[in-house]
């Protein structure tokens, strides 16, 4: 690689290269800006001689060949200049290895959702005859909105020389996306791709289930990773574990994944790290301590000034009864050395004397010698005559005794004392009263007036007291009865009229019930004509002789298009090529039947009134990677003339890439 490429450099007159971010083994990546875009793009360079220079430049024509909002795609690859470089998007967030050494393992859901978006990219890609290579935790980014980026898509493997058949890089893939679910779980690295991250542990030559690791992960999660990365014990899973297996395995497990990238998003360290501010030096503020190791014999004070150009220096300073130490209005510290004795300022000139202080002043020293002997307490300001003129006084005083102990509370009896006198004995309960021919004393009813009535009870003079809601419950009572008589007289009527209790009309028993009437089956369409569709091409034509032989009823017949040295796609030569089936006149179009010859051949289907002379403004109406043999339904009937198959992606073949159309049934 020429030693003059360094940030600052321009690649092909359009790449601005901002920072190295990396250099090993003859490769550097680079965070560049792109100056046609206005956007930043991430560089990989290599030098133009290096043997993995046409693998690098082959692998970001495969990465571009799988549309995945979750890859950062592939910009442009190009050779300029004695180097060879491939252009990515620039992704912003923290990858799985830092997250997990700054907020180790993730949550069961989390990492299940986490790994199931990578393993549903990964499958598609795997559907396209396309890997990854190197699905290591460096490579999986979790941006700041919470959602998931794979890195490095093919170009990984190759700067990494890795030069592997299709299916060892499938094989490597499904190992590393068991290894990042172990990660996520444990936050240990049990893939195959090598990783900074610590590595699982073994026993016996297996690695340790993730239950054995972490307590707490779930069982269903537990098993995918055992089954996965110990082949040993494989044997549960319905069939051999695969990239889309493990995809439907973890969705399924997570449900509804609603909040999950938000909470990602919250904890991502990359969106909680602000931005570093350089702020200009401030000098250090003035250091002033008290030496208490040789303490003067008078009592006075010692102060240490920092000056602003040398060490400190000690100043012996007698302060009497009350030491005139001025507190510093600010934190900036004076040039000058220490101040005098006499309380004078090397700024603002001598203090004005201080005032004297009343006799009943709490903050006044105790008269006698001793008073320079006890300790300093907090000062109180005096102000003089002028607006800034100001010293402090400090007391000194005895410091105050420790307040009295609480009084212990007194005992309390465990029992009330016995009053004086005794106990007071239980009123006699009073007798009940006999029952008398007369009733006379019979309570309650006996109400001391009246005259008795034979029977025990006092007859009631006048008239007896209204129970409370009496009124109320007759009132309700007449009113369910008249309901009830007025729902009968209209049953009575309606039956009279022939009609139902409710008055609707009586079905008739005989006449049968409608029943819905089954769906039309569609029917294959005859008379079919065939043209091809080359809008790319020079010549406007793919073997337009051989285009009846895909509508001529014969599977082994086919039409087949040039063979291509890469295949088809935005790094491609063509974007796809087609064959436009006329059905004679406008039908509705709800099945079509292919019968292609190899696997993996990427079809979109479209329906339109009038014969198309390219697709790039049309609509299909079904995308499908289709298999040998593939029925495409269509979720609702499209109605038109003409029929345009067109090809998006070849399967391989042993020159290059081409794709055959053995025969196309449309149903209607």
């Known amino acids: 690689m020429p030693q003059s490429i360094r940030p600052g450099d321009v690649l092909a007159g359009r790449y601005r290269l901002v920072d190295l971010l990396v250099e090993s083994r003859g490769g550097r990546f680079y965070r560049a800006h792109d100056r046609v875009l206005e956007r ?14 046409t693998q690098l430049v082959e692998a970001a024509r495969r990465s571009a060949t799988v549309p995945d909002r979750r890859l ?60 990854h290579g190197r699905l290591a935790p460096e490579n999986v980014l979790v941006d700041r909105n919470g959602g998931v980026r794979i890195i490095g898509f093919c170009v990984e493997a190759a700067l990494h020389g890795i030069h592997e058949d299709h299916d060892s890089v499938v094989e490597t893939d499904v190992a ?75 969705l399924e497990f997570v449900g509804d994944p609603t909040g999950l990238s938000d909470g990602l998003a919250a904890r991502n360290p990359s969106g909680r790290s602000p931005d570093l501010v350089t702020l200009a030096a401030l000098p250090d503020p003035p250091v002033r301590e008290r030496d208490a190791a040789a303490p003067p014999a008078d009592g006075s004070a ?5 000056g602003s150009g040398d060490e400190g220096t000690l100043a ?49 020293p105790p008269a006698g010698p001793s ?9 109180m300001p005096v102000f003089g005559d002028g607006s800034d003129d100001v010293s402090w006084l400090r007391a000194r005083s005895t410091p105050p005794p420790p307040p009295p102990p609480l009084e212990e509370p007194p005992a309390k ?23 008398t021919g007369t009733g006379a004393g019979f309570w309650p009813w006996d109400t001391g007036t009246g005259r008795g009535t034979g029977t025990g009870l006092r007859a009631v003079v006048g008239e007896p007291d209204e129970v409370p809601g009496r009124r109320w419950l007759l009132l309700a009572s007449g009113l369910a009865i008249g309901l009830v008589v007025l729902l009968a007289v209209v049953i009575a009527y309606n039956l009279g009229r022939g009609r139902t209790p409710l008055g609707a009309e009586p079905q008739d028993e005989a ?27 020079e010549d406007g034509g793919e073997y337009a002789d051989l285009t009846a032989l895909a509508v001529d009823g014969d599977p082994g017949t086919a039409w087949r298009t040039s063979t291509y040295l890469q295949n088809f796609g935005p790094a491609g030569l063509k974007t796809g090529v087609g064959l436009v089936v006329d059905l004679g006149a406008a039908v509705p179009v709800s099945e079509v039947d292919l019968t292609l010859v190899g696997e993996g051949t990427g079809v979109s289907l479209y329906v339109t009134e009038e014969a198309p002379s390219g697709v790039a403004e049309l609509e299909p109406v079904a995308e499908v990677v289709a298999a040998a043999k593939e029925q495409v339904t269509l979720e609702e009937p499209a109605t038109g003339r003409y029929l345009t198959l067109w090809l998006t992606s070849l399967p391989a073949v042993p020159d290059g890439f081409r794709g055959e159309v053995a025969e196309v049934v449309v149903r209607g």
């Open 40 to 53: 930043q793009v991430a560089v990989h360079v290599l030098a133009a001689d290096d043997p993995r220079a």
């Open 72 to 131: 950062l795609r592939v910009l442009d690859a190009d050779r300029v200049d004695g180097v060879c470089f491939v252009v990515n998007e620039w992704g912003s967030g923290t990858s799985l290895d830092r997250w997990l050494a700054a907020e180790g393992p993730l949550a069961p859901r989390e990492a299940a959702w986490l790994v199931g978006e990578v393993a549903d990219t990964i499958a598609t890609a795997h559907l396209r005859r396309v890997g």
């Open 176 to 250: 590393d996306l068991a290894g990042l679910l172990y990660a996520a779980l444990t936050g240990r690295w049990a893939g195959r791709s090598t990783s900074s991250v610590p590595a699982a542990p073994r026993e016996h030559d297996r690695v340790l289930r993730p239950r054995q690791v972490r307590a707490g992960v779930p069982r269903p999660l537990d098993t995918v990773c055992d089954e996965v990365l110990n082949p040993v014990t494989r044997g549960r899973l319905p069939s051999a574990p695969s990239a889309q297996s493990i995809a439907d395995t973890l």
């Open 302 to 306: 010692v102060e240490q000034v920092a």
């Open 316 to 364: 012996w300073e007698p302060q009497g009864d009350l030491p005139a130490d001025p507190e510093p209005e600010s934190d900036s510290a004076p040039d000058s050395g220490p101040e005098s004795g006499d309380g004078a300022d090397s700024e603002t000139g001598p203090l004005p004397p201080v005032p004297p202080v009343p006799a009943d002043a709490t903050t006044a």
């Open 371 to 379: 008073s320079g002997d006890q300790p300093t307490e907090a000062g």
């Open 413 to 435: 009896p465990l029992f009330a004392p016995e009053p004086e006198g005794g106990w007071p004995s239980r009123p006699p309960r009073p007798a009940m009263p006999t029952h």
């Open 511 to 537: 006449s049968p019930t409608p029943s819905p009437s089954p769906s039309a089956t569609p029917t294959p369409i005859t008379g079919l004509v065939a043209t091809d569709l080359d809008p790319q091409g």
